[in-house]
């Protein structure tokens, strides 16, 4: 299995509401990671967690709130965003933090602020 | 700081060769990638250069690298609708340091 699953694939919420974006990998990987892209630009690191523990947060509002329960999830819980938050959410994994270049992506989660 | 600068955009016919250009400010970088975003989907890795080689083959793809000039290139011999796509340079300084991604140059295959 070498696939990274992000559920949902797409997601309008308001500004008040209070959602989460899951990733999962069975690969086996110890470096989980989210991404943000807005459109027709590249990804931007947010969040790194290596072997379940927090390692890089690239200076990201308090509104988004990572998770990661075990070695095989990362969530990215969701609150109170801005219309300017929508964005193609990405997740991805690496074998470890030694190897940050060889990332494997899922296929995204879109989302729309109102 | 480092940076990665790609051209915008490149349209090629099918059966012709695609070259995508690639140039890096930090010359201390020593990974250097090959992603590819098809639309509505994430990236793929599609290959890697280490800064101590010249050239990497990998089927019909081809890796150019000048450390001189700080500039990457991907060549895509024989190129099929299928490859049309963004296509993104990335370096790292090292291996566990993250990525710096360029904006992506979007290829657009004629039939």
């Known amino acids: 299995d070498t696939e990274v699953t992000q559920t949902p694939k797409h997601l309008v919420m308001g500004m008040t509401n209070k959602k989460s974006l899951k990733c999962e990998q069975h690969?086996?990987?110890?470096?989980m990671y989210w991404y943000k892209q807005k459109a027709k630009k590249p990804p931007e690191l947010m969040f790194v967690?290596?072997?379940?523990?927090?390692?890089i947060n690239e200076s990201v509002p308090s509104r988004f709130s990572p998770e990661c329960p075990n070695s095989s999830l990362l969530n990215l819980h969701l609150h109170a965003l801005q219309p300017e938050d929508s964005a193609l959410y990405l997740c991805?994994?690496?074998?470890?933090?030694?190897?940050?270049?060889?990332?494997?992506f899922g296929e995204g989660s879109r989302l729309t602020v109102l | 700081g480092e940076d990665v600068e790609q051209s915008l955009f490149l349209s090629v016919r099918e059966g012709d060769s695609s070259v995508i250009n690639c140039t890096y400010t930090d010359s201390s970088s020593t990974y250097l990638y090959w992603y590819k975003q098809e639309p509505g989907a994430g990236l793929q890795l599609l290959t890697y250069?280490?800064?101590?080689?010249d050239m990497k083959q990998d089927q019909r793809l081809t890796v150019l690298l000048n450390k001189k000039d700080k500039h990457l290139s991907l060549r895509i011999a024989d190129t099929q609708t299928g490859d049309s796509a963004i296509y993104f340079c990335?370096?790292?300084?090292?291996?566990?340091?993250?990525?710096?991604f360029g904006k992506g140059t979007r290829l657009s295959v004629i039939a």
């Open positions: 690969m086996g990987h110890r470096a």
């Open positions: 990335a370096e790292s300084l090292s291996g566990n340091t993250p990525l710096v």
């Open positions: 967690y290596s072997y379940e523990k927090l390692s």
């Open positions: 250069i280490f800064s101590n080689m």
């Open positions: 991805a994994s690496s074998e470890d933090r030694e190897n940050t270049g060889e990332l494997f």
